[in-house]
């Protein structure tokens, strides 16, 4: 278990579609962050995990966004009726409560 | 609420000159973590330092330095002899709380363009 992994590492989609991405976090790290990343941004907070409960959400995720991580191993991060502005870099990242980051290499997605 | 923010979007150097990029940071909390990652093209932030509110003790890392002053709410970075490879977007980060892993605040980072 050498990171955190993410999948797809792109995906275009056409606006309207649903798309949804998935974080495999460091088996050991008991929280999982979801940011998303516009271009000539910094990394941007959407919501994150305890173990299998989400704690906390941005208001930036508005409510055709939804995240789960059920049993507190993997997650998804699902886009309904994805936008144009719905495009950016998805980065997920795994902690262990008094320990750092570890961020995956993120999805890029293409709202077209 | 937590902001970072650094003020150069972009700094271009020759190769061998020093850079140092600037943060300053504003937080509520007394007990907080500071980061540096880094972005390369590729796209995957690279964790580089974490510095909690209590050490204040300046680091140095190979070619890489921090410079930690609260009185200024300031954690600058700077890079000596700068090498090509160096060439990426620099995001210093906040997280509140004891815990270094609680959610970070980014600032909207630093493109270095190092020329060989």
């Known amino acids: 278990d050498t990171g955190v992994s993410q999948n797809p590492r792109h995906k275009i989609t056409k606006r309207g579609q649903n798309v949804t991405f998935r974080c495999d976090p460091i088996s050991e790290h008991n929280r999982l962050y979801w940011y998303r990343q516009t271009l000539g941004q910094g990394p941007e907070f959407l919501t994150y995990f305890q173990n299998e409960a989400q704690l906390e959400k941005s208001r930036l995720l508005s409510d055709r966004f939804s995240a789960e991580r059920p049993k507190g191993s993997f997650s998804t991060l699902e886009i309904q009726r994805t936008e144009q502005g719905d495009s950016a870099m998805y980065l997920c990242?795994?902690?262990?409560?008094?320990?750092?980051?570890?961020f995956g290499s993120g999805t890029r997605l293409t709202v077209v | 609420a937590q902001k970072v923010t650094q003020a150069q979007t972009e700094i271009s150097v020759v190769e061998k000159e020093d850079v140092t990029l600037d943060c300053v940071y504003e937080t509520r909390d007394t007990t907080y973590y500071l980061f540096w990652y880094k972005q390369p093209p590729s796209g995957e932030l690279v964790f580089l330092i974490r510095?909690?509110?209590?050490?204040?003790q300046n680091e140095i890392s190979g070619r890489y330095s921090w410079n930690f002053q609260k009185s200024t709410s300031s954690f600058n970075f700077t890079i000596t002899a700068s090498q090509v490879v160096d060439s990426a977007v620099y995001f210093c980060a906040l997280s509140e709380g004891r815990a270094a892993g609680n959610k970070l605040t980014f600032g909207g980072g630093t493109r270095v363009l190092v020329k060989p």
């Open positions: 990242a795994s902690s262990y409560y008094r320990a750092g980051y570890t």
């Open positions: 510095r909690n509110s209590f050490d204040e």
